[in-house]
């Protein structure tokens, strides 16, 4: 005898990117500027417990490579877009009203709540991207060198957590974080593409004028979400309020 029991259907939603898919090579599946989430179930709650993945650091990670339905890999994914994701995961998993606290200018703690569902997508300029090619001209304005560099994904950000942790276990007082992410961004200096002259450049050449003229460039033309809260008080004058991010976000229960 057949069984004829049809297996019940999960939900699912099409997230747009910030990114639109433009900085993805075609053959990749992200280029498509779409991605499909299933709605978070009780197995994915598992995930926010995991006591592992939590002393890790990799639990959101870990949540939203399990959310993800569409045949992507988790490492190509830019930053942005990320945000993007885990910002569409809050929503799917427990509603788009997110509840926080923030010191207002005053030092008081004052509670807030926001839609999700009303956090824009930062304005781009398609004009400066190449289609299917993540990497952008700059001019260093003080030392007049031109480099070349991309935008970090989800990959980068891995590789440049692990060169750090082991760079602070040979100098555990020495801080590390702002060359050693400006080694992955940049891809050439003055046409070299040799990595080796990339990370001497890095070291021994770059201004911190010009460094942090790089920094704001990229972080002017970075496809993203805007995570971020404008409260209703005068003091502020339009200036927003970062959202905080943590487990939290996603299961305000957690305590943690």
């Known amino acids: 005898m057949e069984n004829n029991v049809t297996k019940p259907k999960f939900p699912?939603?099409?997230?747009?990117l910030p990114s639109k898919g433009l900085l993805y090579p075609k053959?990749?599946?992200?280029s498509s500027g779409?991605?499909?989430?299933?709605?978070m179930s009780a197995r994915e709650e598992d995930i926010l417990?995991?006591?592992?993945?939590?002393?890790?650091g990799t639990v959101i990670d870990k949540l939203l490579q399990a959310l993800i339905i569409s045949p992507i890999s988790y490492d190509d994914l830019l930053i942005g877009d990320k945000n993007a994701i885990l910002v569409a995961a809050r929503i799917l998993g427990y509603g788009k009203d997110y509840q926080f606290t923030y010191k207002n200018k005053q030092g008081y703690e004052?509670?807030?709540?926001?839609d999700l569902t009303t956090l824009n997508d930062k304005e781009i300029n398609e004009t400066l991207f190449k289609p299917g090619v993540n990497e952008f001209t700059f001019n260093l304005p003080h030392s007049d060198n031109t480099i070349t560099f991309k935008l970090l994904t989800h990959g980068d950000e891995k590789k440049i957590?692990?060169?750090?942790?082991g760079l602070q276990k040979l100098n555990p007082?020495?801080?590390y974080d702002v060359t050693t992410r400006l080694k992955y961004m940049i891809?050439?200096?003055?046409?070299?593409r040799d990595a080796k002259a990339v990370r001497e450049f890095v070291d021994t050449f770059l201004t911190a004028r010009d460094a942090r003229a790089l920094r704001e460039y990229y972080v002017k033309i970075q496809p993203d979400i805007e995570i971020k809260y404008y409260p209703e008080d005068e003091n502020y004058a339009g200036e927003g309020i970062d959202i905080p991010i943590s487990l939290n976000f996603f299961w305000p229960d957690s305590g943690v």
Do not use: H, R
């Not at 699912?12 to 747009?16: A, H, K, R």
């Not at 779409?34 to 709605?39: G, Q, S």
């Open 34 to 39: 779409k991605i499909e989430m299933k709605y």
């Open 173 to 175: 007082t020495a801080s």
């Open 161 to 165: 957590e692990a060169e750090i942790k």
């Open 49 to 56: 417990t995991n006591a592992n993945y939590i002393k890790q």
């Open 110 to 114: 004052v509670e807030a709540t926001v």
């Open 187 to 192: 891809t050439s200096v003055n046409g070299n």
């Open 12 to 16: 699912t939603e099409i997230v747009d």
């Open 27 to 30: 053959e990749n599946p992200l």
